[in-house]
């Protein structure tokens, strides 16, 4: 079964910078996606960014674009958020998602949690003002 790690996560003070991993293992398929989603305290879960092992493409929330950064080291099946310029809006835990094929996010939202299949346990991130 997959399985999911996320690290990174901690506290941070307004404008400063984390890095986010996604480490996912029980796998042999080279087709997936993996997505980043965000949950604030009473707030539901928010699709913050994705990215495709087929072919790279990525997405992302409006609220984060030009200072949130995907990728992925295929070789390690692991997927990085780099976050820049952070607020205290973007306190929340912070979960990977992963989906196979990567045709799905095509075909499904990919900012959606049902497109999902698999979660990991989450990792917080606190930005101070």
């Known amino acids: 079964e997959v399985q999911l790690v996320e690290s990174g996560g901690g506290l941070v003070q307004a404008g400063g910078s984390l890095r986010l991993s996604c480490a996912a293992s029980g796998f042999t398929f080279d087709d997936y996606a993996i997505g980043w989603f965000r949950q604030a305290p009473g707030k539901g879960r928010e699709g913050v960014s994705c990215i495709s092992s087929s072919d790279g493409s990525t997405y992302y929330a409006d609220s984060v674009k030009g200072r949130f950064t995907i990728s992925s080291n295929n070789a390690k099946n692991t997927v990085y958020l780099q976050m820049n310029a952070l607020k205290p809006e973007d306190t929340a835990v912070y979960y990977c998602?992963?989906?196979?094929?990567?045709?799905?996010?095509?075909?499904?939202?990919?900012?959606?949690?049902?497109?999902?299949?698999?979660w990991g346990q989450g990792t917080q991130v606190t930005v101070s003002s």
């Open positions: 998602a992963f989906v196979t094929p990567s045709a799905i996010i095509r075909e499904s939202p990919w900012n959606q949690t049902p497109t999902y299949d698999y």
